[in-house]
T-cell receptor, first 118, second 113 residues
Framework: DSGVTQTPKHLITATGQRVTLRCSPR?????VYWYQQSLDQGLQFLIQ???????AKGNILERFSAQQFPDLHSELNLSSLELGDSALYFC?????????????????FGPGTRLTVT | EDKVVQSPLSLVVHEGDTVTLNCSYE??????LLWYKQEKKAPTFLFML????IEKKSGRLSSILDKKELFSILNITATQTGDSAVYLC?????????????FGKGTHLIIQP
C-alpha cells in the first residue's frame, strides 16, 4: 500500500459523458501526478500539480482537466468521453517538486481507476 | 521528441535463471532514470538512478546507469515465479521549473516454474 488513494476503483460510462476521478496523495506529499495507461499507448504522463498549482503538462487532451485543492487532493475531469478514453488512470504523489540539479523526488502510485467507456 | 525504449518487449525464462532488461533513452535535460515493477495493479518503485556507473542493489535485483551511452540495465538473478511482472523504465527530465516523466512500454517478464 503506497498511501495514495484513488476513487472510484472502477467506472463504466457512456460516450459523451463526463466523469471525475479523485486522488488523495500520501500524507505530507505536495505534488500530484496523473497518468493514463492503455494497452496500446502504455503509461502516459498527463499533468502535474504542486501545492495547488499546475506545474507540468504531458499528453493531456483539451477535453481533460485537473485541479489540486487546498487540502492537496486532486481531481481529474474527463469530458465528452470517447471509446478511446477507456484506460487505467493512475495518480502518483511525491514529497516535492524537485529543484533541477538539486533534488529529485520519487513518486508513489495509487491503485488506479479503471474507466470503461461504452 | 523524448523517448524511452525498452527491450526485450517480452521474456520467458525458467525459475533460477538470470535476466537482464534493457532501457535506452533520448531526453533533453535528463535528471534521473527510474525502474518500476507492475503486476496486476499500480507500478511499485524499484530504483532511482541519477549517477553513471554506480550500481544499486536490492536483494536479487540490481541496476546501473550509463549516462554516456544513454542506457540502463536491470538485472534479476535466481529468478522466482513472483518476479513475473511488467518492468517499466521511466526517465525524469526537467523543463520549465518542473519535472516530467516519460515511460517506456515495458518488458513483460514471465518466470516459468
Amino acid at each position: 500500500d503506497s498511501g495514495v488513494t484513488q476513487t472510484p476503483k472502477h467506472l463504466i460510462t457512456a460516450t459523451g459523458q463526463r466523469v471525475t476521478l479523485r486522488c488523495s496523495p500520501r500524507s505530507g506529499d505536495l505534488s500530484v501526478y496523473w497518468y493514463q495507461q492503455s494497452l496500446d499507448q502504455g503509461l502516459q504522463f498527463l499533468i502535474q500539480y504542486y501545492n495547488g498549482e499546475e506545474r507540468a503538462k504531458g499528453n493531456i487532451l483539451e477535453r481533460f482537466s485537473a485541479q489540486q485543492f487546498p487540502d492537496l487532493h486532486s481531481e481529474l475531469n474527463l469530458s465528452s468521453l470517447e471509446l478511446g478514453d477507456s484506460a487505467l488512470y493512475f495518480c502518483a504523489s511525491s514529497v516535492g517538486i524537485g529543484v533541477p540539479g538539486l533534488t529529485i523526488y520519487e513518486q508513489y502510485f495509487g491503485p488506479g481507476t479503471r474507466l470503461t467507456v461504452t | 521528441e523524448d523517448k524511452v525504449v525498452q527491450s526485450p518487449l517480452s521474456l520467458v525464462v525458467h525459475e533460477g535463471d538470470t535476466v537482464t532488461l534493457n532501457c535506452s533513452y533520448e531526453v533533453t535535460n535528463f535528471r534521473s532514470l527510474l525502474w518500476y515493477k507492475q503486476e496486476k495493479k499500480a507500478p511499485t518503485f524499484l530504483f532511482m538512478l541519477t549517477s553513471s556507473g554506480i550500481e544499486k542493489k536490492s536483494g536479487r535485483l540490481s541496476s546501473i546507469l550509463d549516462k554516456k551511452e544513454l542506457f540502463s540495465i536491470l538485472n534479476i538473478t535466481a529468478t522466482q515465479t513472483g518476479d513475473s511482472a511488467v518492468y517499466l523504465c521511466a526517465v525524469m527530465y526537467s523543463g520549465g521549473g518542473a519535472d516530467g516523466l516519460t515511460f517506456g512500454k515495458g518488458t513483460h517478464l514471465i518466470i516459468q516454474p
